[in-house]
């Protein structure tokens, strides 16, 4: 990321304000993201169970990630470790830090509260980017194997590839 792209990047609490624009962002790229996503992410942010973390350059939104705190992920919910959901950077504007920024402000959040942070990433060639950073910062598989929609793909099940095929990672913040 350019140092002007730098000082003029912000990551800030979802507000009541964004949910519109957010979802507004993501249909101009051809995205099915309703707003009423976000404003459920925000009386989940009002109740202390999830938070939002949202980028901006200037006052443009240009992605966003969610931290879980007690997710649906079985074994992460059993284990009491967060989770890193729903990770978003507007394409316009990736490969210039914003989500390795997201990621650092997430994890710096996380560790105040746990010693271990998880993340799940789909298996669609898609997410390929997503993988590469995810293993560049330090996650590694769970050892849980692949899941589709919280359930356990066993060997010889089939499995849809679609954005419920996923493989969760986890990452030591703190000893």
Do not use: C
């Amino acid at each position: 990321m350019d140092g002007a792209a730098v000082s003029e990047l912000s990551i800030e609490p979802l507000r009541a304000s964004d949910p519109e624009p957010i979802s507004a962002a993501f249909a101009g790229i051809g995205w099915s993201k309703p707003a009423e996503q976000y404003l459920r992410y925000l009386a989940e942010q009002e109740r202390g169970v999830r938070n939002v973390l949202v980028g901006r350059l200037g006052e443009h939104f240009v992605g966003y990630l969610t931290i879980r705190w007690s997710p649906d992920y079985p074994p992460f919910a059993r284990e009491q470790i967060p989770e890193i959901q729903d990770l978003n950077v507007l394409p316009p504007h990736r490969r210039r830090g914003i989500a390795t920024t997201l990621l650092d402000h997430a994890e710096e959040l996380v560790s105040a509260r746990s010693p271990v942070v998880g993340i799940g990433v789909g298996m669609d060639p898609d997410y390929g980017p997503a993988q590469r950073l995810y293993v560049r910062r330090g996650y590694v598989p769970d050892g849980r194997g692949l899941w589709y929609r919280d359930r356990p793909v066993r060997y010889g099940d089939d499995a849809r590839i679609d954005d419920d095929l996923v493989l969760h990672l986890v990452k030591r913040l703190r000893p």
